[in-house]
């Protein structure tokens, strides 16, 4: 996998969640794929510490569902957009290349807009002859912080 495919593919999976193309953003996920965002800066374990989120694509596929079915938290609904610098490859095997992306975060629901920055780590795998996420961490500047729901992914 080449730095421009990455960064490709990171840029386009950022646009899936801004476009709210929920199954094409799913369908990035490795069969073994999760979603993490620790609650505590420098967190290493995700099993034994509480984290903002940690959701397989079960959980991933769950929350896809309840989104799509408008609960209350989405009336009006939220809309978001990502601003990534370019994505930086920090280390690959041949096998898995574990890539590392600052970002800026805005979701926007009604009158309100919650504002995030942080670094988006991704551990990236060729499934099926495909790019594929075998893990996303998100790292949030103030992930300590009382933090409002996020109802969007990052």
């Not at 421009?4 to 990035?28: G, M, N, Q, T």
Request: charged share 25%; net charge negative; glycine share 4%.
């Amino acid at each position: 996998m080449t730095e421009a495919e990455i960064a490709r593919f990171l840029y386009a999976e950022a646009r899936l969640l801004d476009e709210k193309r929920w199954d094409e953003w799913y369908a990035l996920f490795a069969e073994d794929g999760v979603y993490w965002v620790p609650l505590a800066r420098g967190q290493t374990d995700s099993e034994t510490h509480t984290s903002l989120a940690y959701e397989d694509r079960l959980l991933l596929r769950l929350r896809i569902e309840r989104l799509r079915r408008h609960p209350p938290s989405q009336r009006p609904p939220s809309f978001s957009q990502h601003v990534l610098q370019a994505p930086e490859l920090e280390t690959a095997d041949g096998a898995s290349w574990l890539t590392r992306t600052p970002f800026f975060y805005a979701e926007a629901r009604g009158d309100e807009t919650l504002h995030l920055a942080g670094v988006a780590w991704h551990t990236l795998i060729r499934e099926a002859g495909s790019i594929r996420i075998r893990m996303k961490r998100i790292e949030l500047v103030n992930c300590d912080a009382a933090l409002p729901s996020i109802q969007l992914f990052l």
